[in-house]
């Protein structure tokens, strides 16, 4: 998310009530070109969702957060059926991930806070105050959970248990970055990853179009080698084996890159679009397909706006 969009996410806050309803709403129009069994290309969204962040689980349970209310829906992406998995909390739910006990992490945007839903019950199991300023994507390492601020030179790691446990408010850290970082004015840290062997993390920087290979122990950032090629509108990242799928949410594409397993460099393979992105922001895997909410930054009139999720093969 970029920071022009962050005072009109903030602005339509106030139809918290009004989507706070959303679980009532009647049904919503089939997937496009949907069948039993078969993946839909576009999921459609309530009018004035707004979505952001997307994380699919080993169902096939797409997760999708509104920058309108906090609200989160569930998206069955072989039926297509959507419902309300946990309702508006008054500030925008923006990047998302899910692991394997069924925990969604929540980025909480301008709130300064990250939170936990169960996606079985919808309740909030845990919350964080992180730290002041926009709280925007995550990533889930086997011990961690990862958070960007894109409005301070740090990120934020809450340490999960083997057996699914969360931690204590106490327990959790915060990781300056150094190195070849370079802090700029609007927003920084965006999109984040983890590099194929897991041994670092992968952060975009969106003001200056900058991969970094970030040391999750010291915080030292060094520039991927991509051959030259940069990351204009950086935005969600996602790691699939050797191969990297970053947003680039204004260009309307995804670049895949094959990466080194340590993420020190990356080889430029595809651009993936589609006639029907508008503006997609982060991304996320199921079979052999890749699925991208579209946040439609500057429609004129987001809160009457259609919005929905685009299904591209990988």
Do not use: C
């Not at 950032?221 to 970053?246: M, P």
Request: hydrophobic residues 40%.
């Amino acid at each position: 998310m970029n920071a022009r969009n962050v005072a009109r996410a903030l602005t339509t806050l106030a139809l918290a009530g009004a989507l706070a309803a959303a679980g009532s709403m009647p049904a919503l129009a089939a997937p496009s070109g949907d069948h039993p069994g078969r993946l839909a290309e576009s999921y459609p969204l309530p009018t004035g969702y707004q979505p952001e962040g997307i994380a699919i689980d080993a169902r096939g349970t797409a997760y999708v957060g509104s920058l309108a209310d906090g609200s989160i829906r569930g998206i069955d992406l072989r039926t297509g059926e959507s419902e309300l998995v946990s309702p508006a909390v008054g500030s925008p739910s923006v990047g998302l991930k899910v692991d394997r006990f069924d925990h969604l992490f929540v980025a909480g945007g301008p709130s300064g806070t990250a939170r936990v839903v169960d996606t079985t019950s919808g309740e909030v199991l845990a919350e964080y105050a992180l730290g002041a300023g926009f709280i925007n994507d995550v990533a889930i390492t086997t011990d961690s959970a990862w958070f960007t601020n894109s409005a301070a030179a740090e990120l934020y790691r809450i340490p999960l248990g083997a057996n699914g446990s969360l931690p204590e408010q106490s327990d959790v850290e915060t990781l300056a970055l150094g190195g070849d970082w370079q802090q700029q004015p609007g927003f920084n840290a965006n999109g984040i990853a983890v590099t194929p062997d897991g041994s670092a993390l992968l952060v975009v920087q969106s003001s200056t179009a900058t991969l970094y290979r970030v040391d999750p122990t010291t915080g030292d950032a060094t520039a991927v080698d991509l051959g030259g090629e940069s990351l204009t509108f950086g935005d969600g990242l996602l790691t699939v084996g050797n191969r990297l799928y970053a947003v680039q949410n204004r260009l309307g594409i995804v670049s895949e890159f094959r990466l080194a397993p340590d993420g020190t460099s990356g080889t430029l393979l595809d651009r993936i679009t589609s006639p029907l992105f508008d503006v997609p922001t982060t991304v996320a895997a199921y079979r052999d397909s890749l699925f991208l909410p579209n946040a439609r930054f500057g429609t004129p009139d987001p809160a009457n706006a259609a919005y929905d999720v685009i299904r591209v093969e990988r």
